[in-house]
């Protein structure tokens, strides 16, 4: 399906972008072939599957590839056991500007070999004319240490594969020229809220929240770029494990409860007939589905696209279908996981003693971040507690629980456990908390520094946290925004508030990740600390 030139000497202006699968593609042109994100096997302890079912693609044709793009080591992005088997070792790998080596160092442990390392928010022209350039997020909570997106340009045509990559802004791709292809985002992608204790009105209600906030999100990305052609895509993933029900944030049903299937507006995986229906609702008419399949060629005028399917609709209706046929042929490879997990001779104590201890002394940062205690309760195959284990963040050790006050507490099989320190995991967001195989309780407002301490259980991994969170300065340029005078960016992560402020009386949340803040005091209402800076604006 590799496009050839109308005449040798000059090549149709057009990219082809077939559809592999939730932030999956296949990006061709006469210049080359770009293969992005390929996902297949299941993920975060097998709880995450792509949807729709991508197992029954010629992937042996999509591997043979000349350029891999991996976005980030989250492992519904990069599917190791699949790029061994499947993808060419000869295809030059496009690697984004990322702090530390991790990426670079998984993919030559599968054997590829050629690598070109790309400058953050630089071009670079590869043979044929083909144009690209990465732009890599690196603060420590974009995904598990850096994120990416991907824009290519051939014969004029450009194409911006932002998958789940949260740029403060697309300035940077906007200035190369106008883009006919945006690839971004839609969908949920976290454990939020849908594990906490709370009763389940409270949750629906966050969960409704949160599903704005994505299309919101979605919107003003999509809004800025103003590309020709918007692929809804990277989500959302399938839960196709029904088992463990008071262990998984489903509820009676397990992990399956969390596919939008039920009608309920509290859902964050919306599925993508979902978000078009809204984005048409809104009076758009350039938005494409991309299935496992789909192939569509993007030319400046024009995007043609061929569906594996009669009819896009009446498939998403019979999404139910799909996905009980697709559980059904999954249920060995599910158990044949579970049965790989328990490592009943771990001492669990003992070797967190031994692998985070050491962590623990070397940081300032994060430990004065997290400010006290957390607290893991382990269980049994009855879902009875075997084990507490206190994470003493203020007098850095680890230790057996006891009856201390907590405000960060989860409880999860201790087999999973077992599996982490078995494995030597070194990012437990990337593998237990995005699982959503626990539940968790929390006092006050959410603490970004648990979770990165949880994602960076490596020398490597916490030494750069720790200078990040050094390094942030004070933002000293403001924005007006209504009656209000605040810096201009966000005291999270930066994002640009003139762009993704919403302002709501006194209250001033940011679009990108929904953090809110109170302005006449400055306090940040969803996280400890990151006051904002404010003050009102005087009437003359």
Not at 190 to 198: D, F, G
Not at 336 to 342: F, I, T
Not at 373 to 384: H, I
Not at 459 to 479: M, S
């Amino acid at each position: 399906m590799t496009l050839a030139p109308t005449t040798p000497s000059r090549p149709d202006p057009v990219i082809r972008i077939i559809g592999t699968g939730h932030a999956g593609m296949r990006i061709e042109t006469p210049a080359g072939s770009i293969l992005c994100d390929p996902w297949v096997n299941p993920a975060y302890f097998a709880s995450w599957f792509p949807f729709p079912d991508n197992s029954t693609l010629d992937w042996r044709r999509l591997g043979d590839c000349d350029y891999l793009y991996v976005s980030h080591l989250h492992r519904d992005h990069f599917d190791a056991e699949h790029l061994r088997r499947f993808v060419r070792k000869t295809a030059t790998v496009l690697l984004p500007e990322y702090p530390t080596s991790e990426l670079e160092d998984e993919l030559r442990a599968l054997g590829f070999r050629t690598f070109l390392r790309t400058r953050s928010n630089e071009p670079a022209t590869l043979d044929g004319g083909l144009t690209i350039m990465i732009q890599s997020l690196v603060s420590p909570t974009d995904g598990p240490i850096g994120d990416s997106s991907l824009w290519v340009e051939y014969g004029g045509v450009r194409l911006l594969n932002q998958n789940d990559a949260r740029p403060r802004d697309l300035a940077e791709f906007a200035r190369l020229g106008p883009v006919h292809a945006h690839l971004l985002q839609f969908s949920g992608a976290i454990w939020y809220p849908m594990v906490y204790q709370l009763p389940e009105a409270a949750k629906r209600a966050l969960g409704k929240q949160k599903r704005e906030r994505q299309f919101d999100r979605t919107l003003r990305y999509i809004r800025e770029l103003d590309a020709a052609w918007v692929f809804p895509i990277a989500g959302p993933p399938c839960f196709l494990d029904d088992e463990s029900p008071s262990l998984a944030a489903g509820g009676r049903q397990g992990l399956w409860a969390n596919n939008d299937l039920f009608g309920d507006e509290g859902n964050i995986f919306p599925d993508q007939q979902a978000f078009i229906d809204h984005y048409h609702g809104l009076g758009y008419r350039n938005g494409v589905i991309l299935l496992p399949g789909t192939t569509a060629s993007v030319t400046p005028e024009s995007c043609v696209v061929e569906q594996p399917v009669r009819d896009v609709r009446q498939f998403f209706a019979a999404k139910e279908d799909h996905l009980r046929a697709f559980r059904e042929r999954q249920r060995p490879v599910i158990a044949a996981a579970k049965a790989r997990w328990r490592h009943p001779e771990m001492d669990v104590l003992a070797e967190l003693k031994r692998r985070v201890e050491p962590l623990l002394a070397q940081s300032e940062q994060i430990v004065a971040g997290i400010g006290g205690p957390v607290r893991f309760d382990l269980t049994g195959d009855a879902d009875e507690v075997v084990e507490s284990v206190l994470f003493d963040f203020p007098a850095r050790t680890v230790r057996a629980a006891s009856d201390e006050k907590v405000r960060y507490r989860f409880r999860t099989p201790r087999w999973l456990v077992e599996e982490l320190l078995f494995s030597g995991e070194v990012d437990w967001v990337n593998s237990l908390f995005l699982s959503c195989r626990f539940t968790a309780a929390r006092i006050g407002r959410y603490n970004e520094y648990v979770y990165t301490f949880f994602k960076c259980l490596s020398e490597e991994r916490l030494q750069y946290a720790e200078a990040w969170y050094a390094g942030q300065t004070a933002d000293n340029e403001d924005t007006t925004i209504g009656d209000w005078v605040v810096q201009r960016h966000c005291p999270h992560l930066k994002a640009n508030l003139q762009r993704f402020a919403k302002l709501d009386g006194d209250v001033l949340t940011c679009q990108m990740h929904g953090w809110k803040f109170d302005l006449p005091t400055g306090r940040c209402l969803t996280s400890a600390g990151h006051p904002i800076r404010a003050r009102r604006v005087r009437s003359q």
